[in-house]
């Protein structure tokens, strides 16, 4: 047997139950499911399945208050950060 290394993680409780529930349907403990995710994601070289951020509606009125920044040709701009914060302070 390979040498083995303890992992502690914190974690939801009500997570950790409903993966265990799932884990045991499919006939696997907390530690073969962790143990198949890390071989796995070691074989892809990323993690195993897609991740996406879907933004929430903060993030969307900024990207589309960024957007009118970007068109107006009104907006002043900047070339170097000493300015910025020079303007920032003021």
């Known amino acids: 047997m390979s040498d083995t ?7 939801d409780v009500q997570l950790k139950k409903q993966a265990e529930e799932l884990f045991s349907d499919l006939g696997l403990n ?14 892809s070289q990323g ?15 900024a990207m589309k208050e960024a ?8 907006a002043k701009g900047y070339t170097d950060l000493a ?7 003021a």
Do not use: G
């Open 5 to 11: 290394t303890n992992v502690s993680i914190r974690i």
């Open 30 to 43: 907390m530690t073969t499911a962790m143990t198949i995710f890390l071989r796995q994601a070691v074989r």
């Open 47 to 61: 993690i195993p399945f897609e991740i996406s951020r879907v933004p929430n509606a903060d993030t969307i009125a």
């Open 67 to 74: 957007e009118i920044i970007v068109r107006d040709p009104n």
């Open 83 to 89: 300015s910025l914060f020079r303007d920032l302070k």
